[in-house]
C-alpha cells in the first residue's frame, strides 16, 4: 500500500472518518485518542490491512492531516497515539511533534501544548458538525457525510458475495436477513430499533448475483458485539470473519426481483447516494429520507413478514435477547399491575413460567412471558415450560411482539399454546450406539 494507490486512499479516508467519529463522541480530551493498534484494528474491519507497527500507517495519518489542513482543520492524527502498558492510550510518537512543527502546518509551542491543542480543536470541530457543514458549503457542495435524525431516512448495508456466500445462502432458502457487520464508529451508535434498513449487493455489473438493492427492513435492536464461535457459516473469507466483530440486529426480507444498481444509478434522485459515491466505505452507510421516498418508488410491493430470528424467543445473539426479555417482562407486568393484580417474578426459579400474578379476587394465573422483536408471535418453549403448560393449573402464555418499539401483548391459555406448537429439532443421542 503506496501513496497515490486507490488503497491508500481508501485508507485515508476511511481513518479519516472513523477518528472523526471518535472526536464527536468523545466525553472529554483523554476519551478522544485511540492507539494505533485499535485503529488498525478497525480499519481491518473494512478489509484494509494496515499494520500498527510501521508500515504504511504513519504516511496515511500524515495524509489524512494534510486533507483535514487544506480544509482548515485541525491535525486529525493527533488522535491516534501510542499505547501504555496497561494497554491504554498515552501520548502521540515524536513523529507526530515533527511533523507538527513542518510544512504546512508549522505548528509552534512545546509539545504537550501542540498535542493537546489539537485535540481540543478537534473534539470542538467535530461536536456538533456544524464546521463540517461550513467546510462542505465552502466547496461548493452539501455536508452529506453528516447523519442526523434530520436528514436519516434509512441505513443501507453492503454484502459482498466473495465475502460472504448469499448465493448459498439463497439456495438453502435464506429469505431472511437477521444480522449484518457493521463498523464501530459514531454511525453504528446512531442505530436504534425501528429504524429502516436496506440491503445491497455488490459486484460487477452483469454478475450473478446482479449488484443492487436486494432487500429491505428495519432495524430490530441496539449494535451488538459478538466474537466468532469457530463456525464460519456462510462466511467465505475465514479472516474477515474472525475480525468482525459488532453487529446490527434486524430483519430484511430480500425481494424476488432486485432492483438491479444500474436502474437505481439512472435516477437522477439517487446518482448521488453514498453507496455510489463512496463504494467502498464500510457499513453502515445512509439513505437520505429524500433518497428513500424515491428507493421505495423502485421496490416491489412486500407483505408484512417479520420474523422473530433477530432476537428474542429463543433465537438470535444473548445482547439482544436479554433487552427483547426484558421489554417484554415489563409489557406484561404493567398490564396485570394496570388490573390491580400483583405480579411476582420467578423467573430465576426454573418453575416453567416467569410471573405469578395474584388478582384482587384470588384468582392465579402463572404467566410464562416470551417477546420477539419482529411482528410475527412465533416463539419457542422448552421442555420444562411445555410441562407447566400440561400439568400446571392458571398457567398462561404471554407473547409481547415489537418488544422494543412498539410492544403489543397477546395471552393464551395453556390449551391454545400446547395446539399451537409445532416440532422444531429432535434430539438424537448416540450414546451406547456400537462405535460411539
Not at 448465493?167 to 436477513?177: K, N, Q, R
Not at 452507510?285 to 432476537?311: G, I
Not at 439482544?320 to 417484554?328: D, F, I, K, S
Request: charged share 25%; net charge negative; hydrophobic share 35%.
Amino acid at each position: 500500500m503506496r501513496a497515490g494507490e486507490p488503497e491508500f486512499d481508501r485508507a485515508v479516508e476511511a481513518a479519516t472518518e472513523i477518528l472523526r467519529g471518535i472526536a464527536r463522541d468523545s466525553r472529554d480530551e483523554t476519551d478522544a485518542l485511540i492507539t494505533y493498534r485499535q485503529l488498525s484494528e478497525l480499519l481491518a474491519q473494512q478489509d484494509l490491512q494496515v499494520p500498527y507497527h510501521g508500515g504504511p500507517m504513519p504516511y496515511i495519518l500524515e495524509e489524512a492531516s494534510k486533507r483535514e489542513d487544506a480544509e482548515n482543520r485541525g491535525m486529525i492524527s493527533a488522535l491516534v497515539v501510542k499505547q501504555g502498558p496497561d494497554g491504554k492510550p498515552t501520548e502521540p510518537s515524536r513523529g507526530f511533534h515533527r511533523m507538527a512543527r513542518r510544512r504546512p502546518f508549522n505548528r509552534s509551542g512545546d509539545d504537550f501544548s501542540i498535542w493537546w491543542s489539537e485535540v481540543r480543536r478537534l473534539r470542538a470541530e467535530n461536536a456538533t458538525g456544524e464546521s463540517e457543514t461550513r467546510s462542505a458549503a465552502a466547496h461548493g457542495s452539501t455536508a452529506r457525510n453528516l447523519v442526523t435524525s434530520d436528514n436519516l431516512g434509512a441505513w443501507l448495508v453492503k454484502c459482498n458475495p466473495e465475502v460472504w456466500d448469499l448465493v448459498s445462502f439463497l439456495a438453502d432458502g435464506g429469505e431472511t436477513i437477521t444480522s449484518w457487520s457493521v463498523v464501530p464508529n459514531y454511525r453504528a451508535g446512531l442505530i436504534r430499533p425501528g429504524q429502516r434498513i436496506l440491503f445491497w449487493v455488490t459486484g460487477k455489473e452483469g454478475a450473478y448475483l446482479e449488484p443492487g438493492l436486494w432487500g429491505s427492513g428495519v432495524i430490530v435492536g441496539p449494535v451488538y458485539e459478538a466474537k466468532a464461535d469457530g463456525d464460519t457459516g456462510y462466511w467465505l473469507d475465514e479472516d474477515q470473519q474472525q475480525r468482525t466483530r459488532h453487529f446490527a440486529p434486524m430483519d430484511v426480507q430480500l425481494i424476488t426481483s432486485p432492483v438491479p444498481r444500474h436502474v437505481l444509478k439512472a435516477d437522477s434522485r439517487l446518482s448521488g447516494m453514498e453507496v455510489f459515491r463512496q463504494p467502498q466505505m464500510g457499513n453502515p452507510l445512509f439513505v437520505t429520507k429524500e433518497e428513500l421516498a424515491a428507493l421505495d418508488e423502485h421496490l416491489p410491493p412486500q407483505p408484512v413478514k417479520v420474523t422473530v430470528t433477530a432476537s428474542g424467543a429463543g433465537f438470535g445473539n444473548p445482547v439482544t435477547n436479554a433487552q427483547v426479555e426484558a421489554a417484554a417482562m415489563e409489557a406484561v407486568t404493567r398490564d396485570y399491575e394496570g388490573r390491580g393484580w400483583v405480579v411476582k417474578d420467578v423467573s430465576k426459579d426454573n418453575l416453567g413460567w416467569d410471573l405469578t400474578c395474584t388478582s384482587p379476587d384470588g384468582d392465579v394465573e402463572k404467566i410464562e412471558v416470551k417477546g420477539v422483536s419482529g411482528l410475527r408471535p412465533a416463539i419457542l418453549l422448552t421442555p420444562n415450560e411445555e410441562r407447566a403448560a400440561r400439568v400446571e393449573s392458571g398457567w398462561r402464555l404471554a407473547v409481547v411482539t415489537k418488544a422494543l418499539t412498539d410492544p403489543e401483548l397477546l395471552i393464551v391459555d395453556a390449551e391454545t399454546a400446547r395446539s399451537s406448537c409445532r416440532p422444531f429439532m429432535f434430539k438424537v443421542d448416540l450414546q451406547g450406539v456400537p462405535g460411539a
